[in-house]
């Protein structure tokens, strides 16, 4: 099974920050890579798919970047509707798996 | 306007079943590869299974944790997906969700998501 490792497990940021969050993958999955935003209470919502490609709707301050078993999640400008917890995902190969999530929180 | 509807949880004991089942609307359900994935109370979100269409021949997958317990299926004709459960253990106590890549088709991505149902495996 392919293993999906996210750092950090959590941080805190200020508005206005730039945050990045990696995630590697245990061995090579392309560019079958896809971030979630998940806030309390709520559905995960897709952000990016296949490493890059930024979801309709969602704002361009976020953006994917990475293939192969390295990739990264920066959000430029951190707004507050962002403070979330974010999981990566990986549907390379099944059994497909996620990240343990990074949680973002107010400095 | 896509529509992802899960139904069917509950309590349930350990050792014991539950079907769960996504109605799907707004899209071409019988072209779509969907997904089951949880989430455990205050825990993240673990991929449990998928279901590919039917003309890619409706083979299952599924996570370790719930292999030989877990069945997923489908019926094109009622545009509606199923996990039947069994076997649950209280570690399978989590919502669960259905997903669909709908538009973004062979990128395995979860671009929609039901609301999720809650299981919860108590005695």
């Known amino acids: 099974d392919i293993q999906m490792t996210q750092s950090p497990s959590s941080l805190s940021a200020s508005v206005g920050d730039r945050v990045t969050i990696t995630c590697r993958a245990s061995?090579?999955?392309?560019?079958?890579l896809h971030w979630y935003q998940q806030k309390p209470g709520e559905v995960p919502k897709l952000l990016i798919h296949s490493a890059s490609s930024l979801q309709s709707g969602v704002p361009s301050r976020f953006s994917g970047s990475g293939s192969g078993t390295d990739f990264t999640l920066t959000i430029s400008s951190l707004q507050p509707g962002d403070f979330a917890t974010y999981y990566c995902h990986q549907s390379y190969s099944v059994p497909q798996t996620f990240g343990q999530g990074t949680k973002v929180e107010i400095k | 306007e896509v529509h992802l509807v899960e139904s069917g949880g509950g309590l349930v004991k350990p050792g014991g079943s539950l079907r769960l089942s996504c109605a799907a609307s707004g899209f071409t359900f019988s072209i779509a590869w969907m997904n089951w994935v949880r989430q455990a109370p205050g825990k993240g979100l673990e991929w449990i299974g998928r279901i590919t269409s039917e003309t890619a021949g409706g083979t299952t997958d599924y996570a370790a944790p719930v292999k030989g317990r877990f069945s997923i299926s489908r019926d094109d004709s009622k545009n509606t997906m199923y996990l039947q459960m069994s076997s649950l253990e209280n570690e399978d106590t989590a919502v669960y969700f259905c997903?669909?890549?709908?538009?973004?088709w062979g990128s395995g991505s979860c671009n929609y998501w039901g609301q999720g149902t809650l299981v919860t495996v108590s005695s």
């Open positions: 061995q090579s999955i392309t560019k079958y």
């Open positions: 997903t669909t890549d709908y538009p973004i």
